[in-house]
C-alpha cells in the first residue's frame, strides 16, 4: 500500500468515533404532481455516527432512494417538491445552504454512488477525466499530483494496472469495473459519509458480492461513514451495524442489522424476510408471500401504512399512524424501534 | 457429447421436451460470430421443473428462446412432444408449438399497451379459433374468467382494463393466464420474477408452483438467482458461456453440487459473507481480474471456465471436459472433481 495522503491522515484522526455524523430529523419530502401530492419521504428521523454503516431496505416505492438523495442535497425544494424537516451533516444544515455552499459539502463530507455505473460516468470521458476533476478542483491539486492520486485511489478500489485504466474510456470496461471506477470518483476527496444507492443491482451476480466488500472493507480502513440502500436483504446483512426498513416513505423499523434480522418486531419486516427463498431450504418450499402490493402514495392509507396487507391489523390500525417506539426498552439503552401498535413480541418480552 | 451420455431418471417415460446439441450463434460482421450456446443437451420430463442457472451472457435466455425457435438454433434437434420443431416450415411450427408457451423477464412490455386485459388473455383463443370442446363447452368469456381467477386476479376489476393500470405483479399474472389459455404442456419461463418486488417475487413463485399441479405443467425455469431457482426447480442445469457445466439435482445443491463454477456462484450470494474472508485483507487484485466474462466471441480452448477456475491445469486448456455422471442424476463437465477436489 500507499502511504495515505497528509490531507487523508489529518481528517482520520478528527473521525473520532462516536461522533454525531448526520442527524435527520422530521425529512418530509413531498413532490408536487399531477396526480396530487406525493408524501416519498414522510416523516423520517436518523442519527449516524462517525464510521458507522446503515442499511435502508424497502420496496421500490418506499421512498428509500429519495431519501437517500434528499439527505445529500440533490433532492432539494423547489416549483415542484417541497423538503422540510432537517437533515443536518457534521452539525451544517444540508438544506438550508445555498446551491453552491451544499457543492463544496459534495465530495469532502458526502459523496453518492448511484445503481447504474454506466449512466454515472461521461461517455466521452476518459477514466482519468473524471477522477482527476474533483481532485483538482475540491483540493486544488496540480495536474501531476492528482493523476498520481488517481491511480492510486484505482488501486484501492482494487483495478489491476490503474496507470493503464486511466487512458481508457469508461465503455472499455466491465460493468463491475465502472462501478469500482464510480466508487473510486466517490472516494476521491475522502467523505465522511457515502451514500450508496442500489450500487450493485445492477451487477452481474458474480460480481455484486465484491462490491458490497469492497465498500465495507473502504468504509472500515477510512472511518468513513455508509448508507447502503437497497431493495435486496441480503445485501445488507452482515455488512451493515444498523438497519431501517423502509415502507410506503416511513421507517418501519429499525435496529442493529442482526437483531432486526434474528427478531423483527415490524409484521412487514417479518414477512418480508419470509418471503425471500432460502438456499438451505428443501426444493418446492412454500414461501410466505406478502398479499397485495405497496400503497398508492398520492392517497395513502389514513392508520399504518402497512395495515391493507398485514394480517394483525385491527381497527386502531385502520385509523392511528403508529410512531416509531420501541415497545421493549432494553436495559443497555440500545433501542430497537418499531412502527407498529402490535409488533411481534415474544412471550418473554412481556 | 452426445444424448446417451446423459442418464434419464425414468427410461419409460419419454420426455416432453429433448433438446440435443443445441447450438446457437450469432454473426457478427463477416467474419466473427458471438456463439452463445454451444452444443446443450437437456431434457424435461414430464411434470418436471429444469431450472437454468447462470450469470448474464451465459447463453440461458438465448437456450430458452431457441426451445421456442425465437430465433431457430443454428444447429441441434428441439423435439416438444415427439416431434423436430426445427427446420419446419413457419405454419407447421406455430402450430405444433402452440403448447409449449413462454413468460417473459419484463412483464409489462411483453403485453400489448392498447390491448383491454380480457383481449390479452383471449388473444391466444382468437388466434386459434375457439373450441368449447376443448374448454368443457364453456363459452369464451366464461374460460377467461376461470383463468384470471386462476392466477389470482379479479375477473371483474381487470376485465376492461390495459396494462398500464396494473402493476408490475398483475402484469407478471396477466402473461401467465395468457400462456394458459391454451393449455400448454411445457412453460419456458425466462427471468419471470427478476423484474419484480421482493413481496410480489414471493407471489408470482408460488402461483408458478400452483398451475404447475394444476394444470400438469412442465416447466425450464430461467434465472440467476441461486436461491429462486433451488426453491422452484426439481433439477438444476449451471451455464456457463453457452456450455452446460454441471446438471445437479436441487435437494441440497448447495452441498452437493462440486462444479467450481457453481461453487463461485454460490459463493457469490452476498447474504452468505465468510467470516475473515482471506480475500479481503488483500487487494483483490486477482480476483478482479478473474471475474472477467471471456468474450463469447472467442471463447477459451478446452473448458470455457478454466480463466476464471481455481483449479484449472494445462489439461483443462487442452481438453474440453465431457458432461459425465458422477452421483444418480448428477453430472459434471470438470476434469478436477472427480480427483476429489471439493471447492
Redesign the interface.
Known amino acids: 500500500?500507499t502511504t495515505p495522503s497528509p490531507v487523508l491522515t489529518e481528517k482520520r484522526s478528527a473521525r473520532a468515533r462516536g461522533d454525531l455524523l448526520l442527524e435527520v430529523d422530521d425529512l418530509r419530502t413531498v413532490f408536487h404532481t399531477q396526480r396530487g401530492d406525493v408524501a416519498a419521504v414522510d416523516g423520517v428521523s436518523l442519527r449516524l455516527h462517525a464510521g458507522e454503516t446503515l442499511g435502508i431496505v424497502g420496496?421500490?416505492g418506499s421512498g428509500k432512494s429519495v431519501l437517500g438523495r434528499t439527505v445529500m442535497g440533490l433532492v432539494a425544494s423547489g416549483p415542484t417538491t417541497t423538503v422540510t424537516g432537517s437533515v443536518r451533516l457534521d452539525g451544517q444544515d444540508v438544506h438550508a445552504l445555498s446551491p453552491r455552499q451544499r457543492r463544496h459539502l459534495w465530495g469532502p463530507k458526502v459523496a453518492m454512488v448511484f445503481q447504474d455505473p454506466m449512466t454515472s460516468l461521461n461517455p466521452v470521458k476518459k477514466i482519468g477525466a473524471h477522477l482527476t476533476e474533483p481532485l483538482r478542483l475540491h483540493q486544488g491539486m496540480d495536474r501531476k499530483a492528482a493523476r498520481e492520486q488517481a491511480a492510486d485511489l484505482l488501486?484501492?478500489v482494487?483495478?489491476?494496472e490503474p496507470e493503464r485504466r486511466l487512458g481508457q474510456y469508461p465503455h472499455e470496461l466491465?460493468g463491475?469495473?465502472r462501478q469500482?471506477v464510480v466508487i473510486a470518483m466517490a472516494l476521491s476527496c475522502n467523505p465522511e459519509l457515502l451514500i450508496a444507492d442500489e450500487p450493485?443491482t445492477a451487477l452481474?451476480?458474480?460480481?455484486?458480492?465484491?462490491i458490497?466488500?469492497?465498500l465495507a472493507?473502504l468504509s472500515a480502513e477510512r472511518h468513513m461513514a455508509v448508507i447502503l440502500v437497497s431493495?435486496?436483504?441480503?445485501?445488507v446483512?452482515?455488512?451493515t451495524d444498523r438497519v431501517a426498513v423502509m415502507y410506503a416513505g416511513r421507517v418501519a423499523e429499525t435496529n442493529r442489522t442482526a437483531e432486526v434480522f434474528a427478531h423483527p418486531l415490524h409484521p412487514y419486516s417479518e414477512?418480508?424476510l419470509a418471503?425471500?427463498?432460502?438456499?438451505?431450504?428443501?426444493?418446492?418450499?412454500?414461501?410466505?408471500?406478502?398479499?397485495g402490493?405497496p400503497p398508492n402514495m398520492a392517497a395513502p392509507p389514513p392508520g399504518c401504512r402497512f395495515a391493507p396487507r398485514c394480517p394483525r391489523a385491527q381497527d386502531v390500525c385502520r385509523t392511528e399512524l403508529p410512531e416509531l417506539r420501541d415497545p421493549r426498552p432494553a436495559p443497555d439503552g440500545s433501542a430497537h424501534l418499531a412502527a407498529c401498535h402490535f409488533p411481534l413480541l415474544t412471550e418473554e418480552d412481556r | 457429447m452426445t444424448a446417451q451420455d446423459v442418464v434419464r431418471p425414468d427410461q419409460a417415460v419419454e420426455p416432453v421436451l429433448d433438446v440435443q446439441d443445441l447450438v446457437v450463434e450469432f454473426p457478427v460482421g463477416r467474419t466473427e460470430k458471438v456463439h452463445a450456446v454451444s452444443g446443450l443437451d437437456l431434457h424435461l420430463m414430464p411434470g418436471e421443473t429444469l431450472g437454468i442457472l447462470g450469470e448474464s451472457g451465459c447463453g440461458k435466455s438465448t437456450a430458452g428462446r431457441a426451445m421456442m425457435q425465437l430465433p431457430s438454433p443454428t444447429a441441434g434437434s428441439v423435439r416438444f412432444d415427439g416431434h423436430e420443431l426445427t427446420g419446419l416450415p413457419p405454419r407447421t411450427l406455430r402450430r405444433r408449438r402452440a403448447r409449449m408457451q413462454m413468460i417473459m423477464q419484463d412483464p409489462i412490455s411483453s403485453l400489448n399497451p392498447r390491448r383491454k386485459v380480457k383481449d390479452l388473455v383471449a388473444e391466444g383463443l382468437s388466434i386459434w379459433g375457439f373450441d368449447s370442446s376443448l374448454h368443457g363447452g364453456k363459452d369464451k368469456d366464461t374460460v377467461v374468467r376461470e383463468l384470471l381467477e386462476a392466477v389470482g386476479l379479479e375477473p371483474d376489476v381487470v376485465w376492461d382494463r390495459r396494462p398500464h393500470e396494473l402493476s408490475g405483479g398483475q402484469c407478471q399474472r396477466v402473461c401467465i393466464a395468457r400462456a394458459l389459455m391454451m393449455r400448454p404442456r411445457v412453460m419456458i419461463c425466462d427471468e419471470p420474477v427478476s423484474s419484480l418486488d421482493v413481496s410480489v417475487q414471493a407471489q408470482i413463485l408460488n402461483l408458478l408452483e400452483e398451475t404447475k399441479e394444476r394444470f400438469d405443467l412442465s416447466m425450464v425455469f430461467i434465472a440467476h438467482d441461486v436461491s429462486v431457482v433451488k426453491n422452484i426447480s426439481d433439477r438444476v442445469m449451471v451455464l456457463y458461456l453457452g456450455k452446460a457445466c454441471e446438471v445437479v439435482p436441487s435437494d441440497g445443491m448447495h452441498v452437493t453440487s462440486v462444479h467450481p463454477y457453481t461453487r463461485m456462484l454460490l459463493a457469490s450470494i452476498p447474504g452468505e459473507r465468510t467470516e475473515a474472508d482471506p480475500e479481503e485483507s488483500t487487494v483483490l487484485d486477482t480476483s478482479v481480474r478473474a471475474t472477467e466474462l471471456p468474450s463469447p466471441l472467442n471463447p477459451p480452448s478446452g473448458c470455457r471456465f478454466r480463466t476464471r477456475c481455481p483449479l484449472a491445469t494445462e489439461l483443462c486448456a487442452q481438453e474440453e471436459p465431457r458432461l459425465r455422471e458422477i452421483a444418480p442424476g448428477h453430472l459434471v463437465a470438470c476434469h478436477h472433481v472427480a480427483q476429489g477436489v471439493q471447492a
Open positions: 500500500m420496496e421500490s488501486r484501492q482494487g483495478i489491476p466491465s463491475g469495473m469500482r450493485t452481474d451476480v458474480t460480481v455484486q458480492k465484491q458490497l466488500d469492497l472493507r431493495h435486496d436483504l441480503g445485501a446483512v452482515g455488512r414477512a418480508l418471503s425471500i427463498p432460502q438456499l438451505d431450504a428443501p426444493p418446492h418450499t412454500w414461501l410466505r408471500a406478502i398479499e402490493r
